[in-house]
């Protein structure tokens, strides 16, 4: 493969600059050409029928990683703000609007959904006593012998955890007038690991004794099943022949609970309850009666917090929610206790649940997810966390919207692929969710916000204010942008810095935020975001002697050891953006950059197009810019933001105002 720098990137010619502000531009950077770099999006990553439905995508990837390929709903949006460049749209319209309809399949109010997967059934191993296995999304892995099953996401970095734990049950019965009670985990007597095509399906098998003989057995059977974004559990009880079990009652069991602190029930027409962990070594009823669904959730950043749902099949039948005991405000174990009446021989009598882990959520709006729990099966595929980057995804369907309204108002015989009614009626809809859900306001921070979504939200209002004149879009994004100054650290080590969230600052996220409080500047006329923008730009620091990719970062923290730097080029793409936006701000008035301001500014830019450079390889005529230097391929995400930051976006998404 050719190595190529091409002539954008090349093309560095500095002007001369003053004092004041008066020069609006630090570099004359040749537009980068879409033509160039867009068509190998489509070409290497575009995908027909994608995780088993009519919808087409594209992948993260062109060569499946660990042989999983998955459609992540936030790089298939970046993608869009991308193919919609003026040049490039014509060519790629129907691509356009397949890519919408993907985001927007993905994504029915209130939620984002992450991604979808080409599902598949690995079984890496059917020993009981080491179980392990794989989907599409999940790793599954235990031992059927002591009773146990883990359950976690699956990603290619250190994000892979296991999430769920399924152990701990006991069954309780009464036999000639005495009590009995069985923990299931000491009592196996056999497992059973059964593959088809389609389904495997776990079980561990254990006797009820009473008075150590044997009166019947319960049976604990997970389903697995391609395209299916549950685990499904039945338990089953049958008695000894000659034997009824009276007063019958069975567990199903979540351990290792201590980073899950709320627990939430769906009753149906009754009140739903919501309960927080304390301290207690005594069991702990949190929920009684029938119930469809109930949910344990880890308080945190709404889309990297865990939750873990069950779904009831059969409601009536549940007698009781309880929590063993809670400690650091965490819990520990929870079962839910199923009343089964008189079991006798012949009449076995089976509940069955579905288990949903989601690494992500709209928990401030738990009600929500009944609408989703009651057809799963209509979610082939998907990964139901909600996104990281729920702005990109409002952003990009934006972007098109606007796009595909300027082509009609150019050629108003083409049809429509993104400029519909229903198109704005979804960014509304999604725009007021993110309100309910993210700008909850705890004391004086705003926990659930991740900034570089909240910033790509700004942008989004500010595309949908051009495409429709409608001012409520300016004032949402006032708000919105008044909230996002509560982000950037004022004095000490890290004066400047965007926190992404938590207390950490990472480039990508800084730099999406320095863009959207220029936008927001610009659309409000208002000077304060300016400032917030320029301050934004004495958070970058250079290293000449740095490592290449390492020259350029930003400090995470105050702990200065900590640097988060443009190693991979999406954020040398959204670095140039933030430059990129300064130089609009000064061309609006609205700051006055200082001569060591353009000088950095051009620094910045100068590496960072020189950083690009060496990720570019030319390929059947069209540049591959590749995640960083060391990589051999690119994705869905940098190849779009890469050329949006070369591309001089910022100055298109202003031109006239």
Not at 223 to 239: C, D, F, H, R, S
Not at 492 to 510: A, E, K, M, S
Not at 652 to 657: A, D, I, V
Request: hydrophobic letters at 40%; a negative charge; glycine letters at 6%.
């Amino acid at each position: 493969m050719e190595k190529a720098v091409p002539v954008a990137l090349a093309a560095l010619a500095f002007f001369s600059m003053g004092d004041d502000s008066s020069r609006a531009s630090s570099l004359n950077l040749l537009d980068a050409d879409p033509k160039t770099y867009a068509p190998l999006i489509i070409k290497a990553l575009y995908r027909d029928n994608v995780a088993g439905t009519s919808l087409s995508a594209l992948s993260e990837t062109e060569i499946p990683i660990n042989g999983d390929s998955w459609f992540w709903t936030d790089d298939n949006a970046k993608a869009l703000e991308a193919l919609t460049l003026p040049s490039i749209f014509p060519y790629y319209a129907t691509q356009v609007g397949q890519l919408v309809s993907f985001v927007r399949a993905n994504s029915p109010p209130p939620f984002v959904f992450r991604r979808r997967a080409d599902d598949r059934l690995m079984l890496a191993s059917d020993k009981p006593e080491d179980i392990h296995l794989a989907t599409g999304l999940m790793n599954i892995h235990g031992n059927l012998r002591q009773g146990e099953l883990r359950q976690g996401y699956r990603f290619h970095d250190n994000r892979i955890q296991d999430a769920a734990k399924f152990t701990g049950d006991f069954v309780n019965f009464h036999l000639h007038g005495k009590a009995y009670s069985s923990d299931i985990r000491n009592t196996i007597v056999a497992t059973d690991v059964h593959s088809e095509d389609h389904f495997i399906t776990l079980t561990h098998i254990s006797e009820l004794r009473a008075d150590a003989t044997a009166v019947g057995t319960v049976a604990y059977s997970y389903k697995i099943e391609i395209n299916k974004p549950y685990i499904g559990l039945a338990v089953t009880i049958q008695a000894a022949p000659g034997i009824t079990l009276s007063d019958v009652e069975a567990t199903t069991s979540l351990d290792e609970l201590n980073r899950y602190s709320k627990f939430y029930a769906f009753r149906g027409s009754a009140p739903s309850q919501a309960v927080e962990a304390g301290e207690s070594t005594q069991p702990r009823v949190l929920s009684e009666g029938p119930t469809q669904w109930w949910s344990v959730i880890q308080n945190g950043n709404l889309g990297d917090s865990y939750t873990i749902s069950t779904i009831l099949d059969s409601p009536s039948r549940l007698r009781s929610i309880v929590s063993a005991e809670e400690h650091g405000k965490g819990f520990r174990h929870v079962y839910a206790r199923y009343a089964l009446g008189d079991i006798s021989a012949g009449h076995p009598v089976t509940v069955s649940e579905k288990k949903v882990l989601l690494a992500g959520g709209l928990y401030n709006s738990m009600s929500a997810y009944n609408g989703v729990f009651t057809r799963l099966d209509s979610f082939p595929g998907l990964d139901l966390s909600i996104s990281y980057d729920i702005g990109a995804e409002i952003n990009g369907v934006a972007a098109a919207y606007l796009a595909d309204k300027l082509r009609l108002l150019a050629h108003p015989e083409v049809k429509p692929v993104a400029y519909f009614p229903e198109t704005r009626a979804w960014v509304d809809a999604i725009i007021d969710a993110y309100q309910t859900n993210f700008l909850v306001r705890v004391g004086k921070s705003y926990p659930y916000i991740f900034s570089r979504g909240l910033a790509f939200v700004i942008l989004a209002l500010d595309t949908m204010y051009v495409a429709t004149a409608d001012s409520h879009y300016v004032e949402i994004m006032r708000r919105l942008a008044n909230v996002l100054m509560h982000f950037q650290v004022r004095g000490g080590p890290v004066d400047g810095n965007f926190i992404c969230n938590g207390n950490d600052t990472f480039l990508d996220c800084h730099a999406a935020d320095m863009v959207a409080m220029a936008r927001a500047a610009v659309a409000t006329g208002n000077r304060r975001f300016a400032e917030s923008a320029r301050r934004g730009l004495r958070a970058y620091r250079i290293d000449p002697n740095g490592d290449t990719g390492r020259d350029v970062f930003v400090l995470q923290n105050a702990r200065v050891h900590n640097q988060d730097a443009y190693y991979w080029i999406f954020k040398a793409g959204l670095l140039l953006r933030s430059m990129e936006a300064l130089e609009v701000l000064s061309e609006h008035h609205l700051v006055r950059l200082s001569r060591d301001d353009w000088k950095t500014i051009e620094d910045l830019q100068k590496r960072a197009l020189n950083y690009i450079a060496r990720t570019a390889h030319v390929r059947d005529n069209l540049t591959e810019l590749f995640t960083c230097h060391k990589a051999t391929e690119t994705n869905s995400e940098t190849q779009a933001w890469a050329l949006l930051g070369m591309y001089r976006i910022e100055h298109e998404r202003t031109r006239g105002r």
